[in-house]
C-alpha cells in the first residue's frame, strides 16, 4: 500500500484516549467490489454502516497476507457510516480489514491479482521418486480387507453399507463406511471418496454410515474415510482417550523426519482407500470425486495430486497448503508446522514432501474450491497459492466475509445462495 493511500486512512479518524466504548449494536462492513476480488493498482475501499452506534468507540485493524499489520487504530464513531479502508497495491496479496465496537465483532476480506499468488517454496529434487516409492510399496502388499454389514434402520432397501478396515503400509489400516447401490450394472457408477476435518473425538471427525449413504443414494460407490485409521462406531470415551493420549497434537507428530511425519500415514490411507474403489466392478472407470473441508479439503487436493485418476475435487476452506509461504511474505495454512518449537532446519526438511502447494503440481483434475477470505487458520493466500499450481480447470468460490468456520450471521443467506447452492450444484451434476 502507498503512503499516501496511508495518510488518507489516517486523516479520517480523530483518536480519543476518553473514549468510553459501550455496548455495540452491530455494524455491517461492505467493500467497493462486492466479490472481494481486485486487480494489481486497483482501489479497495472498506466502509462500515454503523446503525445506532453513534458515539461509540470503533477499534480498526487491517492486516495483509494474514501476517503484516498495515493499521491498527481507534475512533469515535460520528456518522452513520465511516470509510475504514482506502489503499491500493501493486503486487499480489490478500487484505483483511477488522472492526470492533464493544463486543461486536466484524471483518471483511478481500484479494488482489489471486491467480498469481505464489507458495513460499518448491519441492524438493527427490519429490517424485519418494511418491513413487509410496506408491510401488502400496501396491507391492496384498490385500487383508475386514468388513461388516451395517444393518441399522435407516439404511433403505437397495442399498448395502459396510464398515471396512484395508491393511496399509503406514502405521494404520484405513478405516471407513462404504456405501452403494445393492444392484448397479458394472462400470456403470461413480466413486465419492469423503475426508474429515481436523481433531479426533468431534462428530465433524467420524466416519458414519448416513455420510456414506447420502451419496450411494445419488448412484456413487461411496466411501467415507476417517482420518487417522480410528475404529468406527465406538463409544464416545474411545475417542476422547485417543486424542488426549495416542493422537494428541497429531498433526505434530515426526515433523522432523518425513517417513515419520503423520500426515505420511494420513496421505498412505487416502491412496490405499483410492486403490480399493478402483478394484469395484461398478467403477466407471472414470469418476473419482473427493469431497472435503479444512483438513479434509487438505486431504481432497492432495488426492488429487497423488493419484492422477482422481478427476475432481470439492475442496472447502482447505488446510496443508503452502506450509513454506512465512519464508516469503505470508501466511501458511493449517497446521502451519514453522510455527513449532520443533528444529526448523528438521522441519524444512520434512514439511516439503506433503505440501498441498508441491502435490498439486502433478494434478489435472477438476477444482471446486471454496475460499474464505477472513480465514485466518487457513489463510486465502496460501489456498491460491496451492490451487494456481495444479493443472486443471479451477472453480474457485471467494468469500469476502467468511472465517473458517461459518460466515457472519448477517451473511448467512447470502452464502447459502451464492456458495452453498453451486457446491451442491456442481457435485450433483458430476454424479450424474
Known amino acids: 500500500m502507498t503512503k499516501k493511500a496511508l495518510s488518507i486512512i489516517l486523516s479520517l479518524f480523530v483518536l480519543s484516549a476518553s473514549s468510553i466504548p459501550v455496548t455495540g449494536k452491530g455494524i455491517i462492513l461492505k467493500q467497493s467490489n462486492s466479490s472481494g476480488i481486485y486487480r494489481k493498482g486497483q482501489k479497495i475501499s472498506v466502509r462500515a454502516f454503523t446503525g445506532e452506534n453513534k458515539g461509540d468507540s470503533i477499534f480498526v485493524r487491517v492486516l495483509k497476507n494474514n501476517l503484516t499489520e ?3 487504530i481507534s475512533a469515535r464513531i460520528e456518522t452513520d457510516s465511516l470509510l475504514l479502508f482506502q489503499g491500493s497495491f501493486d503486487e499480489p496479496c490478500s487484505v483483511i480489514v477488522e472492526a470492533h465496537v464493544s463486543e461486536d465483532f466484524s ?19 527427490d519429490f517424485a521418486e519418494y511418491w513413487e516409492k509410496e506408491r510401488s510399496n502400496l501396491l507391492a502388499l496384498p490385500y487383508d480387507i475386514k468388513r461388516a454389514a451395517v444393518k441399522d434402520s435407516f439404511i ?11 491393511n496399509c503400509t503406514g502405521p494404520r489400516p ?3 463406511y462404504f456405501a452403494k447401490p445393492a444392484i448397479a450394472a458394472p462400470k456403470s457408477l461413480p466413486i465419492v471418496l469423503l475426508v474429515h476435518a481436523a481433531g479426533v473425538k468431534g462428530s465433524w471427525c467420524r466416519s458414519e454410515p448416513g455420510n456414506a449413504l447420502k451419496y450411494a443414494k445419488m448412484g456413487a460407490l461411496c466411501f467415507d474415510l476417517n482420518a487417522h485409521g480410528m475404529l468406527n462406531g465406538q463409544p464416545d470415551s474411545y475417542y476422547e482417550d485417543l486424542e488426549s493420549g495416542e493422537l494428541k497434537l497429531y498433526f505434530l507428530q515426526g515433523l522432523t523426519n518425513r517417513d515419520d511425519f503423520y500426515f505420511r500415514g494420513m496421505y498412505l490411507r487416502l491412496m490405499r482407500t483410492i486403490d480399493f474403489l478402483t478394484k469395484q466392478p461398478e467403477w466407471d472407470g472414470k469418476r473419482i470425486l473427493v469431497i472435503g473441508e479444512s483438513q479434509g479439503g487438505g486431504q481432497a487436493l492432495a488426492a488429487a495430486g ?6 475432481a475435487v470439492v475442496a472447502i476452506v482447505p488446510a496443508m497448503c503452502d506450509w513454506l509461504g512465512p519464508l516469503t511474505d505470508h501466511e501458511g495454512g493449517w497446521p502451519q508446522p514453522l510455527k513449532s518449537d520443533l528444529p526448523r532446519e528438521e522441519v524444512l526438511q520434512t514439511i516439503p514432501y506433503f505440501d498441498a502447494a508441491n502435490i498439486l503440481k502433478r494434478s489435472k483434475a477438476t477444482l471446486f474450491v471454496e475460499i474464505g477470505l477472513i480465514d485466518i487458520t487457513c489463510p486465502p493466500v496460501s489456498v491460491y497459492a496451492a490451487v494456481n499450481r495444479a493443472k486443471g480447470k479451477k472453480l474457485i468460490y471467494a468469500v469476502p466475509y467468511r472465517a473458517h468456520h461459518q460466515p457472519q450471521n448477517y451473511m448467512e443467506k447470502t452464502w447459502q445462495e ?14 450424474k
Do not use: M
Open 70 to 72: 498495515l493499521l491498527k
Open 107 to 125: 471483518s471483511l476480506g478481500c484479494v488482489v491479482s489471486p491467480g498469481h499468488l505464489k507458495p513460499g517454496g518448491e519441492p524438493p529434487a
Open 156 to 166: 433403505d432397501t437397495g442399498y448395502s453399507c459396510e464398515n471396512i478396515e484395508i
Open 174 to 176: 484405513a478405516r471407513g
Open 306 to 311: 497423488l493419484d492422477k485418476r482422481v478427476s
Open 418 to 431: 451464492t456458495v452453498y447452492k453451486p457446491r451442491e450444484t456442481f457435485i450433483r451434476e458430476y454424479l
